[in-house]
């Protein structure tokens, strides 16, 4: 059973300048994975400098998520009685095809053939940025153990950091960190990767590190960087745009991602010059709502200011999140949200929630979670709060389906055919009030 421990101990007990350790990325579990083109091990990256800076040992990359070269990442369904998986019972029961997203186990054995030299590490530090995704990193630990019998594997990132005692009873690793590395100052090192590097990179708005990765990112060929941030404008924009200005005139086909973190609230006249900036290629907005309900006039006010700063709204460049799956929402609330960004925005983009272990969803609902047979079942895209909103999960399903067709470009414009006119409230109307009526998968149609 693996011990719990600090990373300051980690280090100070248990690595050596003389240790060769390899740092893995794991594929990933699940019944789909909507961002799989952005997945980047970027704690792994700023670990592996800062091991050879502060320690001095010798560190490498196995990154099961690597993009292929044409940019995409391979699955697989998983085999035998993993194929899929039946959530719930009753009329909230729904069938899920399971996946493999990311390279097979036989990377591990492929690595080490492609090694210079036979010294194998002598210890593996494997991540995760997700806790339900806990099944991949399991299995990645029983095989490294059948490779490297004497290695010392470490459980690092969010899953033992979050749910500690879950990671010493699921996986057969030695160590498993609870706290993290101090690793925010320092940049992230694209060379692990050899050669051939990711077609992006991901980066966080730390100014003098962000400005230092778009550099090495750009030397090595990359000019696609999507930003991490669970607050991207909390200080106003300042890094945001000391980044995109010292870093522009690199190449001129940087583009830079928002694909989180931005709040349509914090949109000001001086952050919308920012995010006008040509370098951005798009921007998503997180909900803001209040009791459920999407704020209208703070994305109004958002657009206003954007609009002036010279964007083009709508446009396939922004977009807004609608969350679905939170616990006690309904679906007619639902559906207002999607009409409200639809009506606002021109596009929006169905957000599925879980709680985040330790946080005030995962407290208040702690009971009905803790019914849930497999924590690998927190997934969003099993809706774990189904039962407790009364809501099928086809119904769900059919929310997204519904959204495919609401957000259906013609000539570039979403629903427009619609709008100012009588067939856009007589469907929203017909949506919140008699659709629903019909039966559990009212709005189904041919997948």
Same mark, same amino acid.
């Given at each position: 059973?693996?011990?719990?421990?600090?990373?300051?101990?980690?280090?100070?007990?248990?690595?050596?300048?003389?240790?060769?350790?390899?740092?893995?990325?794991?594929?990933?579990?699940?019944?789909?994975?909507?961002?799989?083109?952005?997945?980047?091990?970027?704690?792994?990256?700023?670990?592996?400098?800062?091991?050879?800076?502060? #320690?001095?040992?010798? !560190?490498?990359?196995?990154?099961?998520?690597?993009?292929?070269?044409?940019?995409?990442?391979?699955?697989?369904?998983? %085999?035998?009685?993993?194929?899929?998986?039946?959530?719930?019972?009753?009329?909230?029961?729904?069938?899920?095809? =399971?996946?493999?997203?990311?390279?097979?186990?036989?990377?591990?054995?492929?690595?080490?053939?492609?090694?210079?030299?036979?010294?194998?590490?002598?210890?593996? @530090?494997?991540?995760?940025?997700?806790?339900?995704?806990?099944?991949?990193?399991?299995?990645?630990?029983?095989? +490294?153990?059948?490779?490297?019998?004497?290695?010392?594997?470490?459980?690092?990132?969010?899953?033992?950091?979050?749910?500690?005692?879950?990671?010493?009873?699921?996986?057969?690793?030695?160590?498993?960190?609870?706290?993290?590395?101090?690793?925010?100052? #320092?940049?992230?090192?694209?060379?692990?990767?050899?050669?051939?590097? %990711?077609?992006?990179?991901?980066?966080?708005?730390?100014?003098?590190? *962000?400005?230092?990765?778009?550099?090495?990112?750009?030397?090595?060929? !990359?000019?696609?960087?999507?930003?991490?941030?669970?607050?991207? +404008?909390?200080?106003?924009?300042?890094?945001?745009?000391? #980044?995109?200005?010292?870093?522009?005139? +690199?190449?001129?086909?940087?583009?830079?991602?928002?694909?989180?973190?931005?709040?349509?609230?914090?949109?000001?006249?001086? =952050? *919308?010059?920012?995010?006008?900036?040509?370098?951005?290629?798009?921007?998503?907005?997180?909900?803001?709502?209040?009791?459920? $309900?999407?704020?209208?006039?703070?994305?109004?006010?958002?657009?206003?200011?954007?609009?002036?700063?010279?964007?083009?709204?709508?446009?396939? $460049?922004?977009?807004?999140?609608?969350?679905?799956?939170?616990?006690?929402?309904?679906?007619?609330?639902?559906?207002?949200?999607?009409?409200?960004?639809?009506?606002?925005?021109?596009?929006?983009?169905?957000?599925?929630?879980?709680?985040?272990?330790?946080?005030?969803?995962?407290?208040?609902?702690?009971?009905?979670?803790?019914?849930?047979?497999?924590?690998?079942? @927190?997934?969003?895209?099993?809706?774990?709060?189904?039962?407790?909103?009364?809501?099928?999960?086809?119904?769900?399903?059919?929310?997204?389906?519904?959204?495919?067709?609401?957000?259906?470009?013609?000539?570039?414009?979403?629903?427009?055919?619609?709008?100012?006119?009588?067939?856009?409230?007589?469907?929203?109307?017909?949506?919140?009030?008699?659709? @629903?009526?019909?039966?559990?998968?009212?709005?189904?149609?041919?997948?």
């Amino acid at each position: 059973m693996a011990k719990t421990l600090t990373a300051k101990m980690l280090l100070a007990r248990y690595v050596r300048r003389s240790d060769r350790v390899l740092l893995v990325n794991p594929p990933v579990h699940d019944a789909r994975y909507a961002w799989i083109h952005w997945n980047q091990p970027l704690d792994l990256l700023k670990i592996g400098p800062f091991l050879k800076k502060e #320690i001095g040992c010798t !560190v490498a990359l196995l990154d099961f998520m690597k993009p292929e070269k044409g940019g995409d990442v391979p699955q697989q369904r998983l %085999p035998g009685d993993r194929q899929s998986r039946t959530i719930g019972e009753g009329q909230f029961a729904e069938r899920y095809p =399971t996946w493999r997203f990311g390279h097979d186990y036989e990377e591990i054995p492929k690595w080490i053939a492609a090694q210079k030299t036979r010294e194998h590490p002598t210890q593996v @530090w494997i991540t995760s940025l997700c806790s339900y995704w806990f099944q991949s990193i399991a299995q990645v630990c029983v095989r +490294l153990r059948q490779h490297f019998r004497d290695v010392q594997i470490v459980l690092i990132g969010n899953y033992p950091r979050m749910i500690p005692d879950h990671a010493v009873e699921q996986c057969p690793a030695d160590l498993a960190v609870t706290r993290p590395l101090p690793i925010d100052g #320092i940049p992230m090192d694209l060379g692990l990767y050899g050669k051939a590097c %990711p077609p992006f990179a991901a980066i966080m708005p730390h100014t003098k590190c *962000a400005v230092a990765e778009v550099r090495a990112a750009v030397s090595r060929g !990359v000019t696609d960087f999507a930003f991490f941030s669970e607050d991207l +404008l909390s200080d106003g924009g300042q890094a945001l745009w000391e #980044i995109v200005r010292k870093t522009e005139h +690199l190449h001129r086909h940087i583009k830079y991602h928002v694909i989180c973190g931005l709040y349509p609230q914090l949109i000001t006249p001086k =952050t *919308a010059k920012i995010l006008a900036h040509k370098r951005f290629a798009d921007l998503h907005f997180e909900e803001t709502s209040t009791n459920y $309900a999407v704020d209208v006039p703070v994305y109004e006010a958002a657009i206003t200011y954007l609009r002036e700063a010279g964007l083009t709204i709508p446009s396939r $460049a922004v977009s807004g999140f609608v969350w679905i799956g939170r616990p006690r929402e309904t679906l007619e609330t639902i559906i207002q949200n999607m009409i409200a960004l639809l009506r606002a925005l021109g596009t929006f983009i169905l957000k599925p929630f879980t709680p985040t272990p330790g946080s005030p969803e995962h407290s208040q609902n702690a009971d009905y979670l803790a019914r849930i047979p497999s924590h690998e079942d @927190w997934s969003p895209h099993l809706f774990p709060f189904a039962e407790l909103n009364g809501i099928a999960r086809a119904d769900y399903h059919d929310l997204y389906r519904l959204a495919a067709f609401l957000n259906d470009k013609v000539r570039g414009q979403s629903f427009d055919f619609l709008a100012g006119t009588l067939g856009l409230d007589f469907l929203k109307s017909s949506l919140q009030r008699e659709v @629903w009526r019909i039966g559990s998968t009212a709005l189904r149609t041919t997948d």
